[in-house]
């Protein structure tokens, strides 16, 4: 089992950027499928990026954001850049569990995530 816990959420005017941080407690961290979905509220959660434990990326927003992971620092990062209002949304971090190798969209094929960090984009 893992607990996860994002940071890095805030207030940014459009145009800025923020980096998003998950820190991942418990064993086996680097064969976790790690990733970063977004809700708003009254609408259902959002896919934004992924990340397998050998590298394989899915990223539906690769034109500003990027997701990486340091396995020594058990720890997986979403640096997001030219925020626009649009992006307001809690952001969450998810894993999915130990037998799955490949990163989904879904949300429900994660199996454990955080409590939510807010990114507020507005001038």
């Known amino acids: 089992q893992v607990q996860l816990v994002e940071s890095g959420g805030g207030f940014v005017q459009p145009g800025g950027s923020l980096r998003l941080s998950c820190a991942a407690s418990?064993?086996?961290?680097?064969?976790?499928?790690m990733g970063w979905f977004r809700q708003a509220p009254g609408k259902e959660r959002e896919f934004v990026a992924a990340?397998?434990?050998?590298?394989l990326i899915l990223n539906t927003m690769k034109d500003r954001f990027t997701i990486s992971r340091d396995n020594a620092k058990n720890t997986v990062y979403l640096p997001m850049n030219s925020l626009t209002p649009e992006d307001t949304d809690v952001y969450y971090c998810?894993?999915?569990?130990?037998?799955?190798?490949?990163?989904?969209?879904?949300?429900?094929?994660?199996?454990?995530w955080g409590q939510g960090t807010q990114v507020t984009v507005s001038s």
């Open positions: 418990g064993r086996n961290f680097n064969n976790y499928v």
């Open positions: 990340i397998s434990r050998s590298g």
């Open positions: 998810e894993a999915r569990a130990l037998t799955a190798t490949v990163p989904v969209v879904q949300s429900s094929g994660y199996d454990y």
